[in-house]
């Protein structure tokens, strides 16, 4: 039995079962103002990245489980991942940020930018963190790009999370970022600030 679990900007989720377990589909959505063969290219190309990355990440961090890739329907079955929001527990566990940004330090070691970092695609499963939602990741071996990764995470985690104290703080602690790292994570916030 099928259950409507959430629709985003970009996909749509369901509860589904597969192979008696209990998983989780994404379909990515059509998008009537673009042109049909081009959507679904997009769509379809989407999925592929996001199943790709995904699989890279899956030995070295918690990730879902990909049971099933479905081009022609623009599909990812994957294991449903039974846990709260790192946004939602957070505030009682502090050191959940300093994890947090260790795994982070881990996507992009193996040159994947999230694309979309937030508390909200950290799920807490017991005591491991689980990355969700890499449908705007790519492969990058660009410090820049990486720089940006984290500067997005940083905007969203302070504006969330404001009565954290030293919450960003912890995040970097787990991150632990060279020192390129952070002359380009201040050239790019100087850059945002005069635009």
């Known amino acids: ?7 985003g900007a970009e996909a749509e989720l369901t509860q589904v079962k597969y192979l008696e377990k209990k998983a989780l589909s994404k379909k990515r959505i059509v998008k009537s103002y673009r042109d049909e063969k081009l959507d679904f290219s997009i769509r379809k190309k989407r999925v592929r990245s996001e199943a790709k990355i995904i699989r890279a990440l899956a030995p070295i961090i918690k990730v879902p489980e990909i049971y099933l890739v479905d081009e022609k329907k623009c599909e990812i079955i994957m294991e ?9 527990i957070i505030e009682k566990k502090p ?4 994890k947090a940004g260790e795994q982070i330090k881990k996507i992009h070691e193996q040159d ?29 071996q660009k410090i820049e790009d990486k720089a940006t ?10 504006a969330t999370h404001s009565s954290l104290t030293m919450g ?8 632990n ?10 050239v790019i916030e100087k850059r945002a600030r005069y635009h």
């Open 177 to 186: 970022p060279s020192e390129e790292m952070k002359k380009r994570m201040e």
């Open 149 to 158: 990764d984290l500067i997005v995470f940083k905007k969203t985690f302070n």
């Open 95 to 98: 050191g959940l940020a300093t």
């Open 112 to 140: 994947i930018i999230h694309g979309d970092l937030t508390t909200s695609n950290i799920l807490v499963d017991g005591e491991e963190l689980c990355f969700i939602d890499f449908g705007l990741g790519y492969f990058s």
């Open 80 to 88: 449903f991942i039974n846990g709260k929001m790192l946004k939602e």
């Open 168 to 175: 960003w703080e912890l995040v970097m602690k787990g991150y």
């Open 1 to 7: 039995m099928n259950k409507f679990y959430k629709k």
